[in-house]
């Protein structure tokens, strides 16, 4: 069993920065591929970013390239989503998940943390 516990959220002007951590724990593998998710009001949760554990690869969704940096500290087991240049449509719950590299569904997920961006 895997347990991911996000770091609190926060209210941010648009333009604005905010860095959330997840801390893992529990019976971690490097084989595993942390992803960040994130769900709006009204809508469908959707795909954010994601890490690779064990060689740091990383892939984003369209909406936050080059605004939204995931990256890793093995020696904490927290897994980063720096987020720079926030919209108000970045205003959503924010997820912590993981899975194994060679599965397709993530099969373990934080609480969430909410992320409210202000005009």
């Known amino acids: 069993q895997v347990q991911l516990v996000e770091s609190e959220g926060g209210l941010v002007q648009a333009g604005g920065s905010l860095r959330l951590s997840c801390a893992v724990s529990?019976?971690?593998?490097?084989?595993?591929?942390m992803g960040w998710f994130r769900q709006a009001p009204g809508k469908e949760r959707e795909f954010v970013a994601a890490i690779n554990w064990s060689d740091a690869s990383t892939y984003y969704a369209d909406s936050v390239k080059g605004r939204f940096t995931i990256s890793r500290d093995i020696a904490k087991n927290t897994v980063y989503l720096q987020m720079n240049s926030l919209k108000t449509e970045d205003t959503a719950v924010y997820y912590c998940a993981a899975k194994y590299s060679h599965t397709s569904d993530y099969n373990y997920w934080g609480r969430g943390t909410q992320v409210t961006v202000s005009s």
């Open positions: 529990g019976r971690t593998s490097s084989n595993y591929v």
